[in-house]
Structures are given as structure tokens and as C-alpha cells.
């Protein structure tokens, strides 16, 4: 911020993160980071507009992604994924959470990479077929 404020002084104008950037002689990423970390939070209860009789506030204005089934959708899936067995919990884990690939799955089960797909594949139609 005192950066900022000395180059609104001598640039007559607000600088630009690049200006900022080169001032501190910090990456620009950093000092996004940093403007962004000192912006006050807004109370989901502040007024957006109010024509006299009706208010509408910030909490009204955030819109829920769920749906009213999106719940009962993840009891359905994690119900699914219970079903499975110790393997296919496995590859799906690891394909999915830690982002690996078949040929890294099959070495580190010990299994060959056709396997893994076949596994794979038959896992997510047990859970698609579970749900539908």
C-alpha cells in the first residue's frame, strides 16, 4: 500500500500491478496476491438496492448451486462407491483423487494396464447404473 500511495504521487494517477511490481521489485502474482488479501469483507446483510420498500441485500444476491436433489444425489454416489470392492475403490482412488494414469495405477497394484481399464470402466457403470 505504500507503494502504491507514493507512485499515486508521482504518477498523478493509480499504477498499474506492473508499476507496483517493479517498485517493490516482486513478481506480479505477489502483489495481486497482496491487494487482493487487503480487501475488506462485505456483510451478506449490506444493502445492494433498496427503492423504499423492498431491500435487497448481498445474501440475496448469491445464488445456490445445489438443487433441492443435489444431496440426495452424493447420498446415492457415496452409496454406490461403498458398494464396490476394496480394488475398484483403489483404482478410482487413485485415478481420480490423485490423478493418475492407468499405466501408474496397473504398476503400483500390480496389474496390467488393460486390467486397470476394464476395472475401471466396470466400477463407473456399477455406480452409473446404481444411481440412474
Same mark, same amino acid.
Request: glycine fraction near 6%; hydrophobic fraction near 35%.
Given at each position: 500500500m505504500q507503494a502504491k500511495e507514493r507512485l499515486v504521487n508521482e504518477l498523478q494517477r493509480d499504477p498499474t500491478i506492473e508499476e507496483i511490481a517493479k517498485e517493490l521489485d516482486l513478481p506480479k502474482e505477489t502483489v495481486v496476491l497482496a491487494?487482493?488479501?487487503?480487501?475488506?469483507?462485505?456483510?451478506?446483510?449490506?444493502?445492494?438496492?433498496s427503492d423504499g420498500?423492498?431491500?435487497i441485500y448481498v445474501m440475496d444476491q448469491i445464488g445456490d448451486q445445489n438443487s433441492d436433489d443435489s444431496w440426495v444425489?452424493?447420498?446415492?454416489?457415496?452409496q454406490s462407491i461403498k458398494d464396490l470392492n476394496p480394488r475398484? +475403490?483403489?483404482i478410482l482412488r487413485l485415478?481420480?483423487?490423485?490423478? +493418475?494414469? !492407468?499405466?501408474?495405477?496397473?504398476?503400483?497394484?500390480?496389474i496390467s494396464q488393460a486390467q486397470v481399464s476394464r476395472l475401471e470402466k466396470g466400477?463407473?457403470?456399477q455406480? +452409473?447404473? !446404481?444411481?440412474?
Amino acid at each position: 500500500m505504500q507503494a502504491k500511495e507514493r507512485l499515486v504521487n508521482e504518477l498523478q494517477r493509480d499504477p498499474t500491478i506492473e508499476e507496483i511490481a517493479k517498485e517493490l521489485d516482486l513478481p506480479k502474482e505477489t502483489v495481486v496476491l497482496a491487494m487482493e488479501s487487503i480487501v475488506e469483507p462485505v456483510s451478506l446483510y449490506e444493502p445492494v438496492y433498496s427503492d423504499g420498500g423492498d431491500t435487497i441485500y448481498v445474501m440475496d444476491q448469491i445464488g445456490d448451486q445445489n438443487s433441492d436433489d443435489s444431496w440426495v444425489d452424493e447420498i446415492l454416489l457415496r452409496q454406490s462407491i461403498k458398494d464396490l470392492n476394496p480394488r475398484e +475403490k483403489k483404482i478410482l482412488r487413485l485415478r481420480f483423487m490423485e490423478g +493418475k494414469t !492407468q499405466m501408474e495405477v496397473a504398476k503400483e497394484i500390480g496389474i496390467s494396464q488393460a486390467q486397470v481399464s476394464r476395472l475401471e470402466k466396470g466400477a463407473l457403470s456399477q455406480i +452409473k447404473n !446404481q444411481e440412474g
